[in-house]
């Protein structure tokens, strides 16, 4: 079976790693396509929530394809890559995006 845009999201609270996510206080918005629909994920007090929704404000906004974001996350994408290619677009903090990729066991 696939892996899907909502199995990796409902996956993400619990990949977290607490210890390397103290101190992030932050709203990450993604936008994944007609596929993968609009995701709300928080990460606050070492604990991450994932949800479908817009976010009027985020801290960060990925946009992709969702066959995009799941291979940038099962690594048969590289990150810098995807985002030289425009496959992924950011918006918003940076140093933010740097970081994500850190704060999960994926």
Request: glycine share 8%; proline share 3%; aromatic share 2%.
């Given at each position: 079976m696939a892996l899907t845009v909502k199995d990796?999201?409902?996956?993400?609270?619990?990949?977290?790693i607490p210890e390397k996510a103290e101190g992030v206080d932050a709203v990450i918005q993604f936008h994944?396509?007609?596929e993968g629909g609009d995701w709300i994920c928080t990460i606050k007090d070492s604990t991450?929530?994932?949800e479908p929704g817009v976010?009027?404000?985020p801290n960060l906004s990925?946009?992709?394809?969702?066959a995009d974001y799941i291979d940038m996350i099962t690594?048969?994408?590289n990150p810098?890559?995807?985002?030289a290619?425009?496959?992924?677009?950011l918006k918003g903090d940076l140093n933010l995006a740097m970081k994500y990729m850190n704060l999960f066991a994926l």
């Open positions: 990796l999201m409902e996956r993400m609270p619990g990949a977290l994944l396509g007609e991450c929530t994932a976010y009027e404000e990925l946009t992709a394809e969702a690594g048969k994408l810098m890559t995807a985002i290619t425009k496959k992924v677009v």
